[in-house]
Nanobody, 124 residues
C-alpha cells in the first residue's frame, strides 16, 4: 500500500521561507514522479511542482517559478518543496502525490496516490 506523509506546514509571514517534506512508502517501482499540489480555500486543487525520481527533471507552475524549488534526497527517500518569498496567495493545503510512470505530470488526474496534506498559511 502506497503512503505519502507530508510535513513542514505552518503559519508564516509574507516574504519568509518554508520547506515542506514528503516521504513516500510502499512503492514497488523506481519509475515514478513526485508532485506537489495545493488547494486554497474555495478553490480547486492546482499544480505546484513536479520532479522525476532518479533524475533532476522538474517542472513548475508559473505562479511559483523562481520562488519554489522541488528537490529529492534519495538517501532519505524524501522529496522537498522549498518555498521562498512566500506570498499570501500561497496559502492553502499542500499535497504530495505520486505518479507511476516516466513522464512529468502537471494535472491532478495524472497522479495515482496522494498524501493527506499539510496546511500553509501566509499572512500579509
Amino acid at each position: 500500500q502506497v503512503q505519502l506523509v507530508e510535513s513542514g506546514g505552518g503559519f508564516m509571514q509574507a516574504g519568509e521561507s518554508l520547506r515542506l517534506s514528503c516521504v513516500p512508502s510502499g512503492l514497488t517501482t523506481s519509475n515514478y514522479v513526485m508532485g506537489w499540489f495545493r488547494q486554497a480555500p474555495g478553490k480547486e486543487r492546482e499544480f505546484v511542482a513536479t520532479i522525476r525520481w532518479g533524475a533532476d527533471v522538474t517542472a513548475y507552475a508559473d505562479s511559483v517559478k523562481g520562488r519554489f524549488t522541488i528537490s529529492r534526497d534519495n538517501a532519505k527517500n524524501t522529496v522537498y518543496l522549498q518555498m521562498n518569498s512566500l506570498k499570501s496567495e500561497d496559502t492553502g493545503v499542500y499535497y504530495c502525490a505520486v505518479r507511476i510512470g516516466y513522464g512529468l505530470g502537471t494535472m491532478e488526474q495524472q497522479y495515482h496516490h496522494w498524501g493527506q496534506g499539510t496546511q500553509v498559511t501566509v499572512s500579509s
